[in-house]
C-alpha cells in the first residue's frame, strides 16, 4: 500500500525554539494532505488541510501563525511549530491523499512533541 | 452532517474470545467507512474499509466489519481474540462529495486479558 513518512519521530525543544515536522509520501503524488495533532488518550483533531501550491485552510481554533504549514512540492508537506510552549506537547500524525483513490488517505507514523 | 459514534470507550475481553466493537454513523452522502488500529505511541495502520462495494468487509489479522445501512451500523468484530490486539481502535467516515471530510470517532480501547 501507500506509504506515508514522517520526520523526525520524536523530538523535544525547549521552550520558545521552533520545531518542524516533514511528511512526505513516497510512492504517490499527493495534492492534499492533512495535518491532525493528537492528545493523550483522545482521538485525532484536525488541524489543516494543505494543498500543494496554494495556502493551508486551518480548522477553527488553530492558530496559523503558530502552526504554519508549506506545501511547496507534490510529496512534501511541513508543520512548523513556533515558539513552542509545554502545552504544544502532543503527538502531531499527517495523512496525504492519493488522487487515484476517491476515499482513501494514508496515515504517516506520527511524530511525538515535547516541548520543556 | 456527518459524525461518527463509538458505543464504548472500553472493551475488555478473554484471550480466544469474539471481540466487537461498535460503530455508529451518521451521513448526508454516501459514505466510506474505515476501521483503523492504533498501538501507543505508534500512527494509525488501516484494518479494512468500505467503498460501496461488499457490505460484509475483510480486513488484516483476521478482523472484519459489516455495513448496515438500515441501522447505520460499521461494528468490527473478529472470531478470537489475541493479546496482540490489544489496542485503541478508531472508526473513521469519509466523504468526497462537496469537498473530502474525515470525521474521527472518539476511538475505543480494547483489553485483551490472558
Known amino acids: 500500500g501507500a506509504v506515508v513518512s514522517q520526520h523526525p519521530s520524536r523530538v523535544i525543544c525547549k521552550s520558545g525554539t521552533s520545531v518542524k515536522i516533514e511528511c512526505r509520501s513516497l510512492?504517490?503524488?499527493?495534492?492534499?494532505m492533512f495535518w491532525y495533532r493528537q492528545f493523550p488518550k483522545k482521538s485525532l483533531m484536525l488541524m489543516a488541510t494543505s494543498n500543494e501550491g496554494s495556502k493551508a485552510t486551518y480548522e477553527q481554533g488553530v492558530e496559523k501563525d503558530k502552526f504554519l504549514i508549506n506545501h511547496a512540492s507534490l510529496t512534501l508537506s511541513t508543520l512548523t511549530v513556533t515558539s513552542a510552549h509545554p502545552e504544544d506537547s502532543s503527538f502531531y500524525i499527517c495523512?496525504?491523499?492519493?488522487?487515484?483513490?476517491?476515499?482513501?488517505?494514508?496515515f504517516g507514523p506520527g511524530t511525538r512533541l515535547t516541548v520543556t | 452532517a456527518q459524525s461518527v459514534t463509538q458505543l464504548d470507550s472500553h472493551v475488555s475481553v478473554s484471550e480466544g474470545t469474539p471481540v466487537l466493537l461498535r460503530c455508529n454513523y451518521s451521513s448526508s452522502y454516501s459514505p466510506s467507512l474505515f476501521w483503523y488500529v492504533q498501538h501507543p505511541n505508534k500512527g494509525l495502520q488501516l484494518l479494512l474499509k468500505y467503498t460501496s462495494a461488499a457490505t460484509l468487509v475483510k480486513g488484516i489479522n483476521g478482523f472484519e466489519a459489516e455495513f448496515k445501512k438500515s441501522e447505520t451500523s460499521f461494528h468490527l468484530t473478529k472470531p478470537s481474540a489475541h493479546m496482540s490486539d490489544a489496542a485503541e481502535y478508531f472508526c473513521?467516515?469519509?466523504?468526497?462529495?462537496?469537498?473530502?471530510?474525515?470525521?474521527f470517532g472518539a476511538g475505543t480501547r480494547l483489553f485483551v486479558k490472558a
Open positions: 510512492d504517490f503524488q499527493a495534492t492534499t
Open positions: 473513521v467516515v469519509t466523504r468526497n462529495t462537496g469537498g473530502f471530510k474525515t470525521i
Open positions: 495523512s496525504a491523499r492519493d488522487p487515484q483513490r476517491v476515499y482513501e488517505q494514508y
